[in-house]
């Protein structure tokens, strides 16, 4: 099981509202929550989330568009923190269908913020993103980067960040964004992974790739397709910075001690420090598993930056946030037992 997380100080246990904490982030969330002795209360519409995935805390099936369904909860729940994790998340679907990214992450969170206002919830936890950053300057990314998100979903999440400034500055309501590199890995105890549909990250397609070699008749053909092997990089495949969802949930833990004593509106990026290459990658998935996993070279995406790469400092200083699975192997080795377990 996840070990508690060490805090610097007690904290008091908290009545904490999860939103999105059926997804990837916030299913691990809760199971995090509930192991520091918090009780984690999830919102959820299962669009595209999974009830199953809820392994703690009461579930309440609602949507951010329906301030009916916000004031339900609130007035039910006596909460004292908020953590969203509710939003669309797809670099593509947005730009095919941006008034869904909108809808769903602004106005879905501008009810949020008034039902918190509504009840006198003051502090929120959001997951935020390096797609707030667009094409970087210079790596690697610290939190003063200039801000020129390049697609509709980053510019929500950028859009959200100021809402959250003027809130804090108007209302008092304080907060602290976690803006996500790459997140991956699975729970150690196997309980928790990605079941993204469709799948847009790459190590659990390398994998699902991988399940189709070993099984082939259990697992329908999954084509790898690496986009472009010509960029300015050692071996030519863009650089990512990959942090572990559980060292994710481990810095919202420090966040939310954070704001007991720091109230505000405040950011810190997280990641690693470290970048990896889409063929470093799949190479070292390829030692996990033991055989070669087939793939294509396809042309360049439009809109991926060669290099990728977190400066947490920050994060380090102000919320003691050091990542425990820093290995690439242990990172791949977590999500391919979550997967090969069915």
Partial sequence: KLTKPHLS???????????????????????????????????????????????AGEF???????????????????????????????????????????GNNVTGTYNLLEAMRTTGVDKIVFSSTAAIFGNPEYTPIDENHPKAPINPYGRTKWMIEQMLADYAHAYELHSVSLRYFNAAGADPDGELGERH????????????????????DEYPPQTLKIFGDDYDTPDGTCLRDYVHVTDLCAAHLRALEYLQTNPGCHAFNLGNGQGFSVLEVLKTAEQVVGFEIPHTIEARRAG?????????????????????????KQIIESAWNFLARG
């Fill in 304 to 328: 991926d930056p060669p290099v990728l790469v977190a400066s947490a400092s920050a994060a380090s200083r102000d919320l003691g946030f050091t990542p425990q699975i820093n290995g690439l």
């Fill in 197 to 216: 549909e469709p799948e847009t990250h790459l190590i659990p397609n390398i994998l699902r790739a991988a399940l189709h070699v070993q099984q082939p």
């Fill in 60 to 102: 309440f099936r609602g949507d951010l568009l329906e301030p009916a369904d916000l004031e339900c909860v609130f007035f039910e729940y006596p909460i004292d923190l908020v953590m969203h994790f509710a939003a669309r998340s797809l670099v593509g679907e947005s730009m095919q269908n941006p008034a869904l990214y909108y």
């Fill in 9 to 55: 100080r007690e904290i008091k246990i908290m009545n904490i509202l999860v939103l999105g904490g059926a997804g990837y982030i916030g299913s691990h969330m809760v199971k995090a929550l509930a192991q520091a002795g918090h009780h984690p209360i999830t919102f959820d519409n299962l669009s595209t989330g999974h009830r199953d995935a809820v392994l």
